[in-house]
């Protein structure tokens, strides 16, 4: 994908790859599509080190998607979203299908660095749907 909304931040610390945040910025927002850490790595504090630095960085508000928090996983992944000063917003957010023969998918809202009002949540949704999903 390409596109002057679309941006990779690749994390390297002496030469070895720490993992990377692929995000969509629109606005005053910043939608992290993907975040990954270097599976040799996990557990070691290194996602939470390097998306705590990117949210610093950031004049924006940060938003992501997780699963409903209905499984061990789940629930781990909120943990740490909500330990790095993210917000569960309540809105009833389905995620549009990547395909038009598929269904869109409930998904968990999550901002940084407070709750998004009405209108904020509305601008992500308009986003996630006419430049994520038709890709920039």
């Given at each position: 994908m390409r596109g002057p909304r679309y941006h990779c931040q690749i994390f390297y610390q002496d030469g070895l790859?720490?993992?990377?945040?692929?995000w969509w910025a629109c606005g005053e927002q910043i939608y992290i599509e993907h975040l990954a850490i270097n599976p040799a790595l996990?557990?070691?504090n290194y996602g939470s080190r390097l998306l705590?630095?990117?949210c610093a960085r950031e004049d924006k508000t940060v938003i992501l998607e997780i699963d409903p928090p209905?499984?061990?996983i789940a629930i781990r992944r909120?943990?740490?979203?909500?330990?790095?000063?993210?917000c569960?917003?309540?809105?009833a957010h389905v995620h549009p299908p990547y395909h038009p023969d598929y269904q869109?998918?409930?998904l968990r809202v999550l901002s940084y660095p407070g709750l998004l009002e009405e209108e904020a949540y509305?601008?992500?949704n308009q986003m996630l749907v006419e430049t994520v999903m038709d890709h920039g």
């Open positions: 790859l720490l993992g990377f945040i692929f996990r557990g070691r705590a630095e990117f209905e499984d061990e909120l943990r740490f979203y909500q330990g790095l000063g993210f569960l917003n309540d809105y869109g998918h409930a509305q601008r992500f």
